[in-house]
């Protein structure tokens, strides 16, 4: 269902408690990522993990992702 909420001056937004609930950003800290696509901006919960627990491998198969993506993004230059 839609929700439509006001972004401020400072470009901050308040998510809707229901909403915030929901997606267990009720917490303190809470993280999202954001990314922006064609079609508009996509909030999705994030999830701290300290790099310690992660394997090396891990780390190489997400550097290889990202750079694979690298060579898909169009940069699009503001109006």
């Known amino acids: 269902m839609p929700t439509t909420i006001t972004v401020s001056p400072r470009g901050t937004i308040t998510l809707p408690a229901a909403i915030r609930q929901r997606l267990k950003l009720d917490r303190e800290h809470s993280l999202l990522i954001i990314?922006?696509?064609p079609?508009?901006?996509f909030l999705h919960p994030a999830m701290p993990v300290p790099i310690r627990d992660l394997s090396v491998e891990q780390m190489q198969k997400?550097?290889?992702q990202d750079e694979a993506d690298a060579?898909?993004?169009k940069v699009v230059k503001p109006c």
């Open 35 to 37: 990314e922006e696509r």
């Open 39 to 41: 079609d508009g901006v």
């Open 71 to 73: 060579t898909t993004v």
């Open 62 to 64: 997400w550097i290889a």
